[in-house]
C-alpha cells in the first residue's frame, strides 16, 4: 500500500513536471519570434520576467484542459454519487446513503469523513422527520377526541325540547372537553418553549422540603375526595434551581400518583441528600405500570392506561415535561413499577447546577 502511494506521488511530480517544461518552452520559443521581431531592445530581466508570467499563464490554460478531458472518472461519478443524493435531501427524501466501498481509493482519509458525516446527518434528517410526523399525527388525534364531542353535544342541545338535566350534563361535558383542549395547548407551548430553550433556567437557592409541603397541600382535595392515606417524610433541603420549573415537576408527580391510586390508598413522598445529590421518591399503591410501558412512559403523547375514560383527563404530555425539566437540571427521572402493586417516581438531581 505504501509502495502505491509512493508511486502515485512520483508520477504525479513527474506529470506536473513535464506540464512546467512544455509550458516553460512554448512560452521561450514564441516570445523568442516576437522579441526578435518587435522588442530587439528588451533587457534580460524584462523578458525573464515577461517569460515567467506568461509560462504560469500556459500552465494554467494547460492544467485547465488536462483537468477537463482527463478528470478521473471515479471522481466524476463519485461527484455524481453526491450531487444526487444532496438533490434527494432536498426533495425530502431522507433514506438515502452514500457508500463509496467500490471506491476504495476515496473512501479514506477527508473524502472519508465527508462521506459519514453526510451519512450521518441524513439518519439524523430522516429521525427528526418521523418524529415530526408522529407529532403532527398524536397532536390530531387528540385535538380531534374533544372536538368531535364538543360538536356532538352542541348539536344534541339546540333541541328545544331537551330536559333541563340532561342540557345541564351536556353543557358539562362540553366544559370538560374545552378544558382537555386548553391543558393540551398549554402542555404544547411549554414542551416547546423547554425543548428550544426559550426559557432559560432562573437558578436560585430555596428550600426543596418546603416545595413538597405545598405542592401536596394544593392537592389537597383530591387527597380527601379519594380518601388517600399521605406518608410524609421531608428532610431539610436547600437547592439550587429554578423554582418555578421544579415546581411543576412535582405537582405533575404527585397529581399523577393521585390519579392512578384508588379511594383509601396510599402514597408516600421522601427527599433526602445523598453525597452531592437529592433524591425525591413519590410512591403509591396504584394500578402501576407494565415492563413495556416503562421504557416509554416519558415519551410525549405516551399513555400507559390504554383503557383509560372520560373522567381521567390527561395527554400524555406531563411526563415529557417532567423529564425535560429534570434533565435541564442535569438530574434523572426514572420509575420502578409492578403492576397491580404501585409504582414509585425517583428524581435525582445535583445540589448545585453547574
Known amino acids: 500500500m505504501k509502495m502505491k502511494i509512493l508511486k502515485d506521488i ?26 526578435d521581431r518587435y522588442f530587439d531592445n528588451l533587457s534580460a530581466l524584462t523578458v525573464q520576467i515577461i517569460n515567467t508570467l506568461l509560462t504560469f499563464v500556459v500552465l494554467g490554460v494547460f492544467a485547465a484542459i488536462v483537468g477537463k478531458f482527463f478528470h478521473h472518472p471515479k471522481q466524476k461519478l463519485m461527484i455524481n454519487e453526491i450531487n444526487h443524493a444532496i438533490k434527494s435531501i432536498s426533495r425530502g427524501e431522507y433514506n438515502v446513503t452514500l457508500n463509496f466501498e467500490k471506491f476504495p481509493d476515496m473512501n479514506r482519509g477527508e473524502i472519508g469523513k465527508i462521506v459519514n458525516s453526510f451519512n450521518n446527518m441524513a439518519v439524523s434528517l430522516e ?28 348539536k344534541v342541545l339546540q333541541n328545544e325540547n331537551l330536559p333541563t338535566e340532561e342540557r345541564m350534563q351536556y353543557l358539562s361535558i362540553i366544559e370538560y372537553e374545552s378544558n382537555r383542549l386548553s391543558k393540551l395547548s398549554d402542555n404544547l407551548l411549554k414542551l416547546t418553549s423547554l425543548e428550544t430553550q426559550d426559557q432559560p433556567l432562573d437558578k436560585a437557592m430555596f428550600s426543596l422540603n418546603s416545595q413538597l409541603m405545598y405542592s401536596i397541600l394544593s392537592c389537597e382535595p383530591q387527597i380527601l375526595e379519594k380518601d388517600i392515606n399521605m406518608v410524609v417524610n421531608l428532610n431539610k433541603v436547600d437547592i439550587e434551581g429554578d423554582e418555578v420549573l421544579l415546581n411543576q415537576v412535582w405537582q405533575n408527580l404527585i397529581s399523577n400518583s393521585i390519579k392512578f391510586t384508588p379511594n383509601g390508598g396510599e402514597i408516600s413522598v421522601s427527599v433526602m441528600e445523598d453525597n ?3 433524591i425525591v421518591q413519590i410512591k ?5 405500570i407494565s415492563n413495556e410501558d416503562q421504557m416509554h412512559i416519558f415519551e410525549r403523547f405516551y399513555k400507559a392506561d390504554k383503557s383509560r375514560d372520560r373522567t381521567t383527563m390527561g395527554n400524555g404530555l406531563g411526563l415529557s415535561i417532567v423529564r425535560k425539566i429534570v434533565e435541564m437540571h442535569n438530574g434523572v427521572v426514572y420509575v420502578e413499577s409492578d403492576v397491580g402493586i404501585g409504582s414509585t417516581f425517583i428524581v435525582e438531581l445535583p445540589l448545585k447546577q453547574r
Open 10 to 35: 512520483l508520477h504525479a511530480i513527474l506529470f506536473f513536471a513535464g506540464i512546467i517544461i512544455i509550458s516553460s518552452l512554448i512560452t521561450y520559443f514564441s516570445t523568442n519570434l516576437i522579441y
Open 276 to 278: 452531592d445529590k437529592i
Open 127 to 154: 429521525q427528526v422527520e418521523k418524529m415530526r410526523q408522529e407529532f403532527i399525527s398524536n397532536v390530531s388525534h387528540e385535538i380531534q377526541s374533544p372536538l368531535t364531542s364538543i360538536k356532538g353535544f352542541a
Open 284 to 288: 403509591d399503591s396504584g394500578i402501576g
